[in-house]
T-cell receptor, first 111, second 118 residues
Framework: DGGITQSPKYLFRKEGQNVTLSCEQNLNHDAMYWYRQDPGQGLRLIYYSQIVNDFQKGDIAEGYSVSREKKESFPLTVTSAQKNPTAFYLC??????????FGPGTRLTVL | AQTVTQSQPEMSVQEAETVTLSCTYDTSESDYYLFWYKQPPSRQMILVIRQEAYKQQNATENRFSVNFQKAAKSFSLKISDSQLGDAAMYFCAYKWVPYTGANSKLTFGKGITLSVRP
């Protein structure tokens, strides 16, 4: 079955630690995206990538980093510079101009 | 900058009844797409319906239909014959279509929580 997988489902981080969230898709989509969702808020774009080895900052990129070494994979690292990382993180992919399809999400909690 | 506004944070509907969720947006562009996404308690975002701005005909997907008013910049979602499984958070989203064909980001509203009463 084609789809988007995110792992882990739940992630706990200690203060000062970097953590990496995984996102994999087998839909052969060119574009991939990372969003952050907080209670009472819509989704806010962190980073996006339209092609391998290229990515652009979204609206709230500070404290995050990404890589796009393979078409199928777009991992997100939450660095210690992100002051308030507790949130729900969603990965999505699309055929460039078309609608985005989402993964099941990762819930990150800072201890 | 484009903005999407969902002014009602919560709505409730009786099972089998019809409910309309409101969305307005602000843009100076003429070419764009509008979407409604559903986020059930599982938190998986699911595309409900899509509308291209150049199309005058309102999009329909089974029990879901939209009322797209381009001049008023309004994009409401109508759910007919509401079912318990429709209970979820619903997000309206906007995507500009650059004439260059380049990709552009989705802008989301803050969402509305819909509850369905049995």
């Amino acid at each position: 079955d084609g789809g988007i997988t995110q792992s882990p489902k739940y992630l706990f981080r200690k203060e000062g630690q970097n953590v990496t969230l995984s996102c994999e898709q087998n839909l052969n989509h060119d574009a991939m995206y990372w969003y952050r969702q907080d209670p009472g808020q819509g989704l806010r774009l962190i980073y996006y990538s339209q092609i391998v080895n290229d990515f652009q900052k979204g609206d709230i990129a500070e404290g995050y980093s990404v890589s796009r070494e393979k078409k199928e994979s777009f991992p997100l690292t939450v660095t210690s510079a992100q002051k308030n990382p507790t949130a729900f993180y969603l990965c999505a992919s699309s055929i460039l101009d078309y609608e985005q399809f989402f993964g099941p999400g990762t819930r990150l909690t800072v201890l | 900058a484009q903005t999407v506004t969902q002014s009602q944070p919560e709505m409730s509907v009786q099972e089998a009844e019809t409910v309309t969720l409101s969305c307005t947006y602000d843009t100076s562009e003429s070419d764009y797409y509008l979407f409604w996404y559903k986020q059930p308690p599982s938190r998986q975002m699911i595309l409900v319906i899509r509308q291209e701005a150049y199309k005058q005909q309102n999009a329909t997907e089974n029990r879901f239909s939209v009322n797209f008013q381009k001049a008023a910049k309004s994009f409401s979602l109508k759910i007919s014959d509401s079912q318990l499984g429709d209970a979820a958070m619903y997000f309206c989203a906007y995507k500009w279509v650059p004439y260059t064909g380049a990709n552009s980001k989705l802008t989301f509203g803050k969402g509305i929580t819909l509850s369905v009463r049995p």
